[in-house]
């Protein structure tokens, strides 16, 4: 099984995604041997407990690199977060390599219903770009209905909840700042730099406990508790049990909602997250913020200081009824390696 995740001058969603389903998949499955092709000097590798295989050429070529490794590999199944080209379809089609795309925004989801791409790519798989409107447009279901492609539509992906709370999740209730991995910037400083900020200012303001997870160190007289980067089961569990999550408009945002969480949230980066953010604030499912560090802290007072507005919040969500798509794509790989014995 390859993987090959999008890691380019932004969020790092697609790498985290593809990896909660590879290790869902390895829970099922332990013998499936589990591969990533990674970008170039990519510092996420790191975080990889799968076998990966490196790029040596430049970003620009890298569908030269995928085409390579496929070929040499041959895998039974490729994988491709926002990664998949039509020349990589071709050549995944001569080497009877089931390919399966993955999107979660407009451009991308597109490119699969392109007329060359309707009878060429083997499976899709679309997460919902926005949750208040269809996934795929009246002219794109009528595509969808006379292509071969199989489609797969979900709401959020994420792995399943520890089944543990963590020490820092069994005292008392919490509110806890999530800074994105994107290497976005705040007022021309990092974003965990500013989420620190933020979080201290918080808890002097409230005396609330407050956590960050991520984050860079505090002062000694801080009273926040920063938590180490975490695997992804662990932070949906933190994100759970929180009383409040503040994070920014991406993947991190969706997942929160989808485990009933209130949230403040402010656009990081990328071109989705500010139209994203506008349009759940209007509908009551998270409280906006301007890209700032100054308007942080007191925004989540205010949210924090009031119980009926977050049970309000909570409401609406549950009301959404989102759906994991993970255990759904751990199940359709499973049935594909078995049709191929």
């Not at 390895?26 to 170039?40: G, H, K, S, T």
């Not at 209905?145 to 209730?173: K, M, N, Q």
Request: glycine share 6%.
């Amino acid at each position: 099984m390859l993987f090959v995740p999008q890691h380019q001058n932004g969020g790092t969603g697609e790498f985290f995604r593809l990896l909660a389903i590879a290790e869902a998949l390895q829970a099922r499955d332990a013998r499936v041997r589990i591969v990533f092709l990674m970008p170039q000097a990519c510092p996420l590798r790191a975080r990889l407990p799968f076998e990966h295989i490196e790029s040596d050429l430049p970003d620009a070529d890298r569908v030269s690199f995928h085409q390579r490794e496929i070929a040499r590999l041959k895998p039974a199944i490729a994988v491709f977060d926002k990664t998949c080209r039509g020349a990589l379809l071709r050549h995944c089609r001569r080497l009877r390599v089931h390919a399966i795309c993955i999107s979660d925004e407009p451009g991308t989801l597109a490119k699969t219903f392109r007329p060359d791409w309707l009878w060429q790519l083997p499976e899709h798989w679309h997460q919902r770009y926005l949750l208040d409107q269809p996934a795929f447009s009246r002219w794109q279901r009528l595509l969808a209905a006379i292509g071969s492609t199989r489609r797969l539509v979900f709401d959020v992906c994420h792995a399943v909840t520890a089944a543990e709370d963590s020490a820092a999740s069994t005292a008392a209730p919490y509110v806890l700042f999530v800074p994105t991995g994107g290497g976005y910037r705040i007022d021309d400083r990092p974003v965990p730099a500013v989420f620190a900020e933020a979080a201290d200012r918080l808890a002097t303001a409230s005396g609330a406990r407050v956590l960050t997870v991520g984050s860079e160190p505090f002062r000694a007289d801080s009273r926040v508790e920063a938590l180490p980067v975490q695997a992804q089961a662990a932070l949906m569990r933190l994100m759970q049990q929180a009383i409040l999550v503040v994070t920014g408009g991406g993947h991190l945002l969706h997942q929160a909602m989808s485990l009933g969480v209130p949230t403040v949230t402010l656009p990081l980066g990328g071109s989705d997250q500010l139209a994203r953010i506008h349009r759940y604030a209007a509908r009551g499912w998270t409280v906006e913020v301007p890209p700032n560090a100054a308007p942080i802290a007191p925004a989540v007072l205010v949210l924090l200081r009031d119980a009926d507005r977050r049970a309000q919040m909570r409401a609406r969500l549950a009301e959404l009824g989102l759906r994991n798509g993970l255990p759904s794509m751990v199940e359709a790989l499973l049935d594909r390696l078995d049709r191929r014995g």
